[in-house]
């Protein structure tokens, strides 16, 4: 099984300030098909997860530009340039080159 | 617009089979390229993936899971259908399912429903 890592697992931050996430993968997650399938989900308290960014580095429809994602292989990051109140939940990363896996999370909250 | 719903008991005791419903619109399961996922959340915990159907009725499992997992469609209902035997305390959770889709590449997991929670108890 490919297993996911992410640190830190809380983050508390200052709004207007910037925030970074990494996701470390067990196995290279470069598909046969030439794409790595590293997707990032927000989940808001009793929300259900939405996704911010897949395939890397490419933004949702809807989600703002202060979010974005960088990486390659095993290695990958979201940053939010500037955080803002409503970007508190837990967020995720998650693997679709090897079957599905998800990351254990990383609470954000304000400082 | 697509969405998805999910449907089943609230409650269900230890060694029963569980019975979970997604139904879907927006998106037919008879075009190919799609697919939609079960991925579940124990209370205050992360997210873990279950199963997945394709449209083609290629399915697959979680490894840790496998054995106790069975996912079905109806396409004319717009619905997929998982089922867990064995039910334990510890497979309480909420359980969502997801659509992916392909075009050009694999687009996993784009909307989500709302979630059922699942309280597996005596």
């Known amino acids: 099984d490919v297993v996911m890592t992410q640190s830190p697992l809380s983050l508390p931050v200052i709004v207007g300030q910037p925030a970074s996430i990494s996701c470390r993968s067990s196995h290279s997650l470069v598909n046969n098909d030439g794409n790595t399938y590293l997707s990032w989900f927000q989940q808001r308290p009793g929300q259900s997860p939405r996704r911010l960014i897949y395939?890397?580095?490419n933004r949702d429809s809807g989600v703002p530009d202060r979010f974005s994602g960088s990486g390659s292989g095993t290695d990958f990051t979201l940053k939010i340039s500037r955080v803002e109140a409503e970007d508190v939940g837990v967020y995720y990363c998650?693997?679709?080159?090897?079957?599905?896996?998800f990351g254990q999370g990383t609470k954000v909250e304000i400082k | 617009q697509i969405t998805l719903k999910e449907s089943g008991p609230t409650l269900v005791k230890p060694t029963q089979t569980l019975t979970l419903t997604c139904t879907f619109s927006g998106f037919s399961l008879n075009t190919s390229g799609v697919g939609v996922g079960w991925i579940r959340q124990p209370p205050g915990k992360a997210l873990e993936w279950l199963a997945l159907?394709?449209?083609?009725?290629?399915?697959r499992y979680s490894p840790s899971l496998e054995s106790r997992l069975t996912i079905t469609k109806d396409t004319s209902k717009n619905q997929v259908v998982l089922t867990m035997t064995n039910m334990d305390p510890v497979d309480t959770a909420t359980y969502f399912c997801?659509?992916?889709?392909?075009?050009?590449?694999?687009?996993?997991?784009?909307?989500w429903g709302q979630g059922t929670l699942l309280t597996v108890s005596s």
């Open positions: 395939r890397v580095s």
């Open positions: 997801a659509h992916l889709d392909w075009n050009y590449t694999w687009n996993f997991f784009d909307f």
């Open positions: 159907i394709y449209w083609d009725d290629d399915k």
């Open positions: 998650m693997q679709g080159t090897h079957r599905w896996t």
